[in-house]
Nanobody, 124 residues
Framework: QVQLVESGGGLVQAGGSLRLSCAASGLTLSSYGLGWFRQAPGKEREFVAAISWSGRTTYYTDSVEGRFSISRDNAKNTVYLQMNSLKSEDTAVYSC?????????????????WGQGTQVTVSS
């Protein structure tokens, strides 16, 4: 059974940092492209960041560029999202996803596996 399990969410003040983790079981992430998406209350899910299967290519949505960093540890079968300088508008449920093509894709439909998500709340 394939599972992606996120952790590391919580409540943080504006300007603070959080590090999200997404651990996989039932599949080996090393050949997958990985992404983070988020969904704020009343809004559609949106792309945040992606990393290629090799880790050499990353891609961010404009609103988090320079503040967030995606990385992966294939030995631990885990992908991370380091979030710095958090803003109230970053409040959302953050989910990780994996795509078999190994791409740094911002398109949700290209991802086959999804986690349940972890809540991030940024207080102003």
């Amino acid at each position: 059974q394939v599972q992606l399990v996120e952790s590391g969410g919580g409540l943080v003040q504006a300007g603070g940092s959080l590090r999200l983790s997404c651990a996989a079981s039932g599949l080996t992430l090393s050949s997958y492209g990985l992404g983070w998406f988020r969904q704020a209350p009343g809004k559609e899910r949106e792309f945040v960041a992606a990393i290629s299967w090799s880790g050499r290519t990353t891609y961010y949505t404009d609103s988090v560029e320079g503040r967030f960093s995606i990385s992966r540890d294939n030995a631990k079968n885990t992908v991370y999202l380091q979030m710095n300088s958090l803003k109230s508008e970053d409040t959302a449920v953050y989910s990780c996803a994996a795509n078999l093509y190994g791409l740094t894709s911002a398109q949700m439909e290209e991802y086959e596996h999804w986690g349940q998500g972890t809540q991030v709340t940024v207080s102003s």
